[in-house]
């Protein structure tokens, strides 16, 4: 059974350009986190997803963030005219329905 | 108050001390626990689940005390590879989120 998988692992992109970032949860679970942890800061919570649904997003910027997670295919993370600030880890995590997160490997986005 | 409070440290310790971590919670309605464990700049990793009275994985121990609301991990032996942030989690509600603590830094030294 693989693991949360996310990629790209490095991500690098100017000031105002997209970034996109998937995550394809571990096999039979339906419920995807994403956070991000800024260096030497803690994780913090953006979004909730099920299939075709956001349960929460109440950790997610209002602006340029945007996430989901389609009946078929990965969930993916969308920042839109991306600044330095968004310059972070951001991991996704999936669970089963006793709630235990499992995490992926994270993808490092670099805003030049 | 925030939800699930942990003492940041850094928790500098001799390898073989024994070492304790307590959390506390705020929400009496949280169902479960978990502790997390994180190495530098990797995604976090469960380390065990907490459930009703505790429960004990080789050197490491976890306790649920919900009288007091509070969660404690004590890790006995400890090994230079025990270093890492530890990370208190709550679950409960409808909402099925999980409520993080900041982590406690553990250094341990030779």
């Known amino acids: ?46 979004v909730y997803l099920q299939k075709e649904n956001i349960i929460d997003e109440s950790g997610m910027p209002k602006e340029r963030f945007s996430a989901e997670f389609p009946k078929e295919g990965p969930s993916i993370l969308r920042i839109q005219q991306v600044v330095r600030g968004d310059s972070a880890a951001y ?3 999936s669970s089963p329905p006793s709630g235990e997160q499992f995490f992926g490997p994270g993808t490092r986005l670099t805003v030049l | 108050r925030k939800e699930v409070e942990q003492d940041p440290g850094p928790f500098n310790v001799p390898e073989g001390a024994t070492v304790a971590f307590n959390c506390t919670y705020s929400n009496s309605a949280s169902q479960s626990f978990f502790w997390y464990r994180q190495d530098c700049r990797k995604e976090p990793k469960l380390l065990m689940s907490v459930y009703s009275s505790g429960n004990e994985d080789g050197r490491f121990t976890a306790q649920l005390n919900r009288a007091s609301q509070y969660i404690s991990l004590l ?11 530890y990370l208190c989690v709550g679950f409960g509600g409808n909402n099925r989120k999980l409520i993080w603590g900041l982590g406690t830094s553990l250094a341990v030294n030779p």
């Not at chain 1, 100017?14 to 039979?28: I, N, V």
């Not at chain 2, 890790?75 to 942030?85: E, F, G, H, N, V």
Request: overall charge positive; hydrophobic content about 30%; glycine content about 6%.
């Open chain 1, 91 to 93: 991991f996704c995590a």
């Open chain 2, 75 to 85: 890790i006995r032996d400890s090994k230079l590879s025990d270093s890492a942030t």
């Open chain 1, 1 to 46: 059974n693989a693991g949360v998988m996310q990629n790209p692992r490095h991500l690098v992109r100017r000031r105002g350009q997209e970034a996109r970032l998937r995550c394809s949860p571990m096999k039979g679970h339906s419920h995807v986190y994403w956070y991000r942890q800024l260096p030497e800061e803690g994780l913090k919570f953006m």
